[in-house]
């Protein structure tokens, strides 16, 4: 296998990419309650990308006691970084922070609604399964298909095909959705957006200069010289794609029927 596969994988997978970074959903946010409408879809991919990255740390480290080396030093390192900057990133303050919970403070800021995924964070926390804490949040029906899908390539058990799913549905082209929302927002909406605009800009920053290279690599590691892997990688990133789509179809049908009973 050539070892710019990586790059004849994302050449294969532009088209479906297009059709995200060009989805219609972007257009419609166009008012605050909009953007409302947007982050209280979108926080949950935010929650269970996070899932998609412990997979991938307790597939390729060693999380267990006594502990011992566990694959890859290179690939330890890597997942490692990328653990350590979405879960204990700086917030605007300087202060540890998650990805995700930085998302929550965003949303409370900008007026959205957070109680829905709190009952996700609570269910869950009392033992609940992925779905039926989906259904105690009364996550949109486009929501629960969504995070569905990640959680069945996390149950595959293929670490191969969790890291394409993270990369290249995730990491590799998060940059260039939020370009398209993050334009002028803050402008528009002055002192409603800030954590949601420093959110979108350290996305923007760590995805594009530090977390896509070292995905790439971690999928070329895993992913070696075996055809069969590299076509699984394929197959597996097709889908997330399109999953992502379905999602943005399921928040630009919520914007219509929210102006429609506005």
Not at 60 to 78: F, M
Not at 156 to 178: C, K, L, N, Q, Y
Not at 217 to 239: I, S
Request: net charge negative; aromatic share 8%.
């Amino acid at each position: 296998m050539p070892q710019d596969f990586v790059q004849e994988l994302q050449a294969q997978l532009q088209p479906a990419r297009q059709r995200m970074v060009d989805h219609a959903v972007y257009r419609r946010i166009e008012t605050l309650a909009d953007l409302r409408v947007f982050m209280e879809h979108h926080v949950y991919a935010v929650w269970d990308f996070m899932s998609l990255l412990k997979a991938l740390q307790r597939e390729l480290t060693c999380v267990e006691v006594p502990w011992v080396p566990k694959g890859s030093p290179a690939t330890r390192r890597l997942i490692n970084d990328i653990v350590l900057e979405e879960e204990t990133d700086l917030d605007p303050e300087g202060q540890p922070t998650s990805h995700f919970e930085l998302y929550l403070r965003a949303m409370a800021e900008a007026g959205a609604d957070t109680a829905p995924a709190k009952r996700l964070l609570a269910a869950l926390a009392e033992g609940a399964s992925v779905p039926a804490a989906l259904a105690a949040a009364q996550a949109p029906a486009s929501v629960q298909a969504f995070v569905k899908h990640t959680f069945s390539v996390i149950a595959s058990g293929r670490p191969h095909a969790v890291a394409a799913a993270f990369t290249f549905g995730r990491e590799d082209v998060i940059p260039d959705m939020f370009r398209s929302l993050i334009a002028d927002l803050g402008q528009r909406f002055p002192g409603q957006l800030d954590t949601f605009t420093y959110y979108l800009n350290r996305h923007i920053e760590l995805d594009e200069d530090h977390h896509a290279p070292l995905a790439h690599q971690m999928v070329r590691d895993l992913c070696g010289t075996d055809p069969a892997r590299w076509r699984e990688a394929a197959e597996v990133a097709q889908q997330g794609m399109a999953a992502r789509v379905a999602l943005w179809d399921g928040i630009a049908a919520a914007l219509v029927q929210e102006r429609a009973v506005g």
